[in-house]
Nanobody
């Protein structure tokens, strides 16, 4: 089993920044894949960014150039630096990890961007 705990959400004005953190614990294989998803009210959960254990990253078009995903393998942690935030970035942000053939989710952290 793997446990994921997110932190760092909050309320910010448009144009501001937030940094989300996700700490993983439990039975984790070194070759894993971590990602951030988000879900806005009334919408489906969508992929925001991914990062492999080797550091390769991918981003949704809507956040390219504004968000940066990174990880610390020694701490089994993943981060999401969010800059130039927009009201449409509002939602619950979820951390996920794929390891040993299973996908795990955190409980989510709320991000609200006011206009």
């Amino acid at each position: 089993q793997v446990q994921l705990v997110e932190s760092g959400g909050g309320l910010v004005q448009a144009g501001g920044s937030l940094r989300l953190s996700c700490a993983a614990s439990g039975r984790i294989f070194s070759d894993n894949y971590m990602a951030w998803y988000r879900q806005a009210p009334g919408k489906q959960r969508e992929l925001v960014a991914t990062i492999t254990s080797g550091g390769s990253t991918n981003y949704a078009d809507s956040v390219k150039g504004r968000f940066t995903i990174s990880r610390d393998n020694a701490k089994n942690a993943v981060y999401l630096q969010m800059n130039s935030l927009k009201p449409e970035d509002t939602g619950v942000y979820y951390c996920s990890m794929f390891t040993l053939g299973r996908l795990y989710w955190g409980q989510g952290t709320q991000v609200t961007v006011s206009s």
